[in-house]
């Protein structure tokens, strides 16, 4: 069974700063996906970012990127400039090629971006 | 065009009651899932539909079904209500049943009294 794993809790950050969260994850699997998704207060979950682990190439959106390693089951988060619409949950998810629609889920990141 | 909408928004129920959640994907899409996000926790999969079959099914007891429609709308279903029932239900569509990533609804928050 895979496993994911948020070991932060909560984190701050001054406004304009970068900020990285952490994301470890168990599989037996060869090929999978990784994602980021951001929660707000408003609940609805909205997809930050993506990794496909047959690429060795780190995915980047704008001010979000990634560090994926894919030998040390990591996948970190790094948000660069902070903005206070980043203040949010966010979760690390994982899912086995080919079996959309059933994504594994971290416990989540209280991320607070402080002015 | 309309994203991934939920009803109702927020439910309050007893236990021992049952109750129906309902979900509409995104035009086009045709795969369902939903999910189970107890306060402070990461969602947990329940049940993914595709073209109105059952892909899968997380680790969740015979109170909690689901269905989809010829629309591909989808309502969960949970009987016998027990505290631990009281949870965010997402909703996520995709246009595929392999198809990533999915787009979530805003959620139904549903309190067992």
């Known amino acids: 069974a895979q496993t994911v794993t948020q070991s932060q809790p909560e984190m701050s950050v001054q406004e304009a700063e970068t900020v990285t969260l952490s994301c470890t994850y168990d599989?037996?699997?060869?090929?999978?996906?990784l994602f980021w998704y951001k929660q707000p207060p408003s609940r609805q979950m909205i997809l930050v970012i993506r990794?496909?682990?047959?690429?060795?190439q780190n995915a980047t959106e704008n001010r979000f990127s990634v560090n994926f390693q894919k030998a040390a089951k990591s996948f970190s988060l790094k948000i660069s400039d902070s903005q206070l619409g980043d203040t949010a949950m966010y979760f690390c998810?994982?899912?086995?090629?080919?079996?959309?629609?059933?994504?594994?889920f971290g416990q989540g990141t209280e991320l607070s971006v402080k002015p | 065009d309309a994203g991934v909408t939920q009803s109702p928004t927020h439910l309050i129920k007893t236990r021992g009651q049952h109750v129906t959640l309902r979900c509409s994907p995104i035009?086009?899409?045709?795969?369902v899932s939903w999910y189970q996000q107890v306060l402070g926790q990461g969602p947990q999969f329940i049940f993914q539909y595709y073209e109105k079959e059952e892909r899968g099914r997380g680790n969740f007891p015979d109170r909690f079904s689901a269905r989809q429609f010829p629309n591909y709308s989808s309502e969960l279903n949970v009987n016998a209500l027990l505290l631990g029932d009281s949870a965010l239900y997402l909703c996520?569509?995709?246009?595929?049943?392999?198809?990533?990533?999915?787009?979530f609804g805003d959620g139904t928050r549903l309190s067992i009294l």
């Open positions: 998810a994982f899912m086995k090629y080919n079996q959309g629609g059933k994504l594994i």
């Open positions: 996520a569509s995709s246009w595929s049943s392999k198809d990533q990533p999915q787009h």
């Open positions: 035009s086009g899409h045709k795969s």
């Open positions: 990794q496909e682990a047959y690429k060795q």
């Open positions: 599989t037996s699997e060869s090929n999978y996906y």
